[in-house]
C-alpha cells in the first residue's frame, strides 16, 4: 500500500460527459501530481498543486481542470469527454515542492469513455 | 525537457533467468525511480535511486549519475515478474515532475 488513495478505482461514462477523480495523499505530503497513462502515449504529466496551489502544468487540456484542498486532497475534473480521454489515470504525492524525494502512485482511476 | 529512454521494450525471459533493464537519461536528475507496473495497472515502487547501488531481494539497481544511466538488474526470475518495468527521473532542469520513459514489457514464461 503506497499509502496514495485514488476514488473511484473504475469509472465508465458517456462523450460529452464530466467526471471527478478523487486522490487523498500520503499524510504528511503537500505535493500532488496528476498523471495520464494511454496506450499510445505513455504516462503523461499533467498537473501538479503543492500546498493548495497549483504549481506546474504539463499537457493537461484546456478541458480539464484540478485543484488541492486545504486538507490536501486533491480533484481532477475532466468535461466534455471524448473517446480519447480514456486513460489510467494516477495520482502521485511527495512530500516537498520537488520530486526529488521518493514519489508514491496511487493504484489509479481507469476512465473508459463509451 | 529531459529524455529518458529504457531498453530494450520487450524482453522474454523462461523462469529462472536473469535479465538487465537500462534507463538512459539527458540531464542530470534530482530523483530517479524504477516501478514496476502490474497486469492490474498498478505502479510499484522498487527503488528510489538518483545514484549508487541497492539491493532488494532479488532485484537490485545502480545508477551512475554522471554518466546519465541506470541498471535493473533482476536474477532468478519468476513469473510474477512479468509486467511493465518504468524508470522515471526528476530532471535538475526540468521542472518539478517526474518524467518517464517509454517502459521496458517483461514477460516471464514458466
Known amino acids: 500500500d503506497s499509502g496514495v488513495t485514488q476514488t473511484p478505482k473504475h469509472l465508465i461514462t458517456a462523450t460529452g460527459q464530466r467526471v471527478t477523480l478523487r486522490c487523498s495523499p500520503r499524510s504528511g505530503d503537500l505535493s500532488v501530481y496528476w498523471y495520464q497513462q494511454s496506450l499510445d502515449q505513455g504516462l503523461q504529466f499533467l498537473i501538479q498543486?503543492?500546498?493548495?496551489?497549483?504549481?506546474a502544468k504539463g499537457n493537461i487540456l484546456e478541458r480539464f481542470s484540478a485543484q488541492q484542498f486545504p486538507d490536501l486532497h486533491s480533484e481532477l475534473n475532466l468535461s466534455s469527454l471524448e473517446l480519447g480521454d480514456s486513460a489510467l489515470y494516477f495520482c502521485?504525492?511527495?512530500?516537498?515542492?520537488?520530486?526529488?524525494?521518493?514519489?508514491?502512485f496511487g493504484q489509479g482511476t481507469r476512465l473508459t469513455v463509451v | 525537457g529531459i529524455q529518458v529512454e529504457q531498453s530494450p521494450p520487450d524482453l522474454i525471459l523462461q523462469e529462472g533467468a536473469n535479465s538487465t533493464l537500462r534507463c538512459n537519461f539527458s540531464?542530470?536528475?534530482?530523483?530517479l525511480q524504477w516501478f514496476h507496473q502490474n497486469p492490474w495497472g498498478q505502479l510499484i515502487n522498487l527503488f528510489y535511486?538518483?545514484?549508487g547501488t541497492k539491493q532488494n531481494g532479488r532485484l537490485s539497481a545502480t545508477t551512475v549519475a554522471t554518466e546519465r544511466y541506470s541498471l535493473l538488474y533482476i536474477s532468478s526470475s519468476q513469473t510474477t515478474d512479468s509486467g511493465v518495468y518504468f524508470c522515471?527521473?526528476?530532471?535538475?532542469?526540468?521542472?518539478?515532475?517526474?518524467?518517464f520513459g517509454e517502459g521496458t514489457q517483461l514477460t516471464v514464461n514458466p
Open positions: 522515471a527521473v526528476d530532471g535538475e532542469t526540468s521542472g518539478s515532475r517526474l518524467t
Open positions: 498543486y503543492y500546498n493548495g496551489e497549483e504549481r
Open positions: 540531464d542530470s536528475v534530482n530523483n
Open positions: 502521485a504525492s511527495s512530500a516537498g515542492l520537488r520530486m526529488n524525494t521518493e514519489a508514491f
Open positions: 535511486i538518483p545514484s
